[in-house]
């Protein structure tokens, strides 16, 4: 009996709050049209709206304008939620979509230690997934919007791991990329601004990324890491240029 009162309770209080939220569906529906009228972008976007959750259908050329069209309905006066069905245009194949990317991120960042970022990407029926390390935020939060306001992307999955705040191991990615790009052998990929050879720290144990000329650069680029002083360990996962992935 008491099991039923509590469930009767809940339903009673469900019924309830949604027929309070479902007095402002109206007003949440002409503010979410005026809303989205007052862009191009979102011309061919329509909304719903239901006890107070909006829904929203159509299409966008853009996967950033699909998203800031959400986050706009989400922040309108007593919306409780948004259904994001919009669908992205994309008309770009997978592979080209790749390495349209790959390019744009290769050099993004460039003066904000580039070297310090190892983004790897997928793209799968227009879905881009991104994957990696990066040393701050805004190193990550660029890599995304790279993603999300390039032409054929239709979502973007986030698995870059932004790496934890420490002293010790800024002084170490600062170390290990003078002793590589400071040596004779190596200097030359120095003069490439999009910085090949990436490093990655975490608690002192220190991982290599990229691409180079041959095996005795990348044997040499190992044992300039392992040379600097509190690196714990150092994972080679440098590439050799023309070899079998």
């Known amino acids: 009996m008491k099991t039923m009162r509590k469930t009767l309770g809940l339903i009673a209080a469900v019924m309830l709050a949604t027929s ?24 061919g976007i329509t909304a719903s709206t239901d006890d107070a959750i909006v829904t ?3 299409g966008a050329k853009l996967l950033i304008d699909k998203l800031d069209a959400a ?3 989400d922040k309108i006066e007593h919306v409780q939620g948004v259904r994001d069905h919009v669908q992205v245009e994309s008309n770009v194949p997978d592979e080209q979509l790749r390495q349209q990317l790959a390019e744009k991120l290769r050099y993004d960042r460039v003066g904000y230690g580039i070297a310090f970022n190892a983004i790897a990407l997928n793209v799968q029926n227009g879905v881009v997934t991104l994957n990696g390390d990066v040393r701050d935020y805004p190193a990550r939060d660029s890599a995304l919007a790279i993603a999300e306001t390039t032409p054929g992307v239709k979502e973007v999955v986030d698995n870059i791991n932004v790496l934890p705040t420490s002293p010790m191991d800024d002084d170490i ?8 790009y400071g040596n004779s052998t190596l200097s030359k990929y120095a003069l490439d601004p999009q910085k090949p050879i990436r490093i990655v720290v975490d608690n002192g144990h220190v991982t290599l990324y990229g691409v180079v000329d041959n095996q005795m650069d990348k044997q040499i680029a190992e044992q300039q890491a392992k040379s600097v002083p509190n690196v714990f360990s150092v994972d080679d996962k440098l590439m050799v240029a023309g070899s079998p992935k």
């Open 20 to 43: 309070v939220w479902g007095r402002y569906d109206q007003q949440i529906q002409q503010d979410v049209i005026k809303v989205l009228q007052s862009k191009d972008k979102w011309k």
């Open 56 to 58: 929203l259908n159509g």
């Open 173 to 180: 990615r600062i170390r290990v990329a003078r002793a590589i």
């Open 71 to 73: 986050k706009k309905a």
